[in-house]
C-alpha cells in the first residue's frame, strides 16, 4: 500500500506540474512555482504535509508540517510548520513558526505569515536573501495584580500600545488565511 500511494502521489504530482507548466509564469528560478520546490515535495515523508503560499516575498514559501487538524471547514490546518525557501538556487529550510493551540491555526495574507496565541500574535516575513525575520508582534502580559499592558515589537524596538491599538492588530491575524495542507498534488489543489 506504501508503494502504491507513494507511486501515485508522484504520478499526480507530475501531472500536476506538466499542467501547471503551461500555464505558469516564469518566478526567477523554475517556470511555476511548483517547479521551485518539486523535488523538496517529492523528498517529504509519508507524513508530511505541505503547502505552497504567496506573501511578500519574492517568491513562493514552502511549508511543511506532520501535525494537522481540521479547521471546521475542511482545511487540514497546524499550529506549527517548517518554512523552505530557496536561497542561491537551493531550496533551505529557513525556520518554523508556531502557534500556541489549535484555536491559533498558522495564517498567512500578502504581508506575511501569521502565528498566536491567546495573548499575542507574531507576523513573519521571509526577505530577499530568504531569512525569516519577526515584522512585527503585539503581546498582552499581566502583572503580580492583574493588570494588563499591551506592547508592539517591530524593527528590533518594543512600545506600549493601548488595548485598541492590540485588538486592532490582532484583526490581521483574524482576517488571514488559514494555511490548508495537503498530502498531495491531488489535495494541493482545493
Known amino acids: 500500500m506504501y508503494k502504491v500511494k507513494k507511486?501515485?502521489?508522484?504520478?499526480?504530482?507530475?501531472?500536476?506540474?506538466?499542467?501547471?507548466?503551461?500555464?505558469?509564469?516564469?518566478?526567477?528560478?523554475?517556470?511555476?512555482?511548483?517547479?521551485?520546490?518539486?523535488?523538496?515535495?517529492?523528498g517529504l515523508e509519508d507524513n508530511e504535509l505541505f503547502a505552497v503560499i504567496h506573501t511578500n516575498a519574492p517568491l513562493p514559501i514552502l511549508l511543511v508540517t506532520s501535525q494537522?487538524?481540521?479547521?471546521?471547514?475542511?482545511?487540514?490546518?497546524?499550529?506549527?510548520?517548517?518554512?523552505?525557501?530557496?536561497?542561491?538556487?537551493?531550496?533551505?529550510?529557513?525556520?518554523?513558526?508556531?502557534?500556541m493551540g489549535t484555536a491559533y491555526p498558522i495564517s498567512y495574507d500578502e504581508t506575511g505569515i501569521y502565528a498566536a496565541s491567546s495573548h499575542g500574535m507574531q507576523r513573519f516575513e521571509?526577505?530577499?536573501?530568504g531569512a525569516i525575520d519577526l515584522a512585527d508582534g503585539i503581546y498582552e502580559q499581566f502583572d503580580e495584580n492583574g493588570n494588563v499592558s499591551y506592547?508592539?515589537?517591530?524593527e528590533n524596538e518594543t512600545k506600549t500600545i493601548?488595548?485598541?491599538?492590540?485588538?486592532?492588530?490582532?484583526?490581521?491575524?483574524?482576517?488571514?488565511?488559514?494555511?490548508?495542507?495537503?498530502?498531495?498534488a491531488s489535495d494541493a489543489a482545493r
Do not use: H, W
Open 7 to 42: 507511486i501515485v502521489s508522484c504520478f499526480i504530482l507530475c501531472a500536476l506540474i506538466f499542467s501547471l507548466c503551461a500555464c505558469g509564469k516564469d518566478r526567477g528560478i523554475g517556470s511555476t512555482d511548483n517547479d521551485v520546490y518539486e523535488e523538496t515535495i517529492g
Open 68 to 99: 494537522v487538524f481540521d479547521d471546521g471547514t475542511g482545511k487540514q490546518a497546524s499550529i506549527a510548520c517548517d518554512v523552505y525557501y530557496p536561497i542561491d538556487k537551493e531550496v533551505k529550510n529557513i525556520g518554523t513558526i508556531e502557534s
Open 126 to 129: 521571509v526577505d530577499k536573501s
Open 151 to 154: 506592547t508592539m515589537e517591530k
Open 162 to 184: 493601548s488595548e485598541e491599538e492590540y485588538y486592532d492588530a490582532f484583526e490581521k491575524y483574524i482576517n488571514a488565511v488559514v494555511v490548508s495542507f495537503a498530502y498531495g
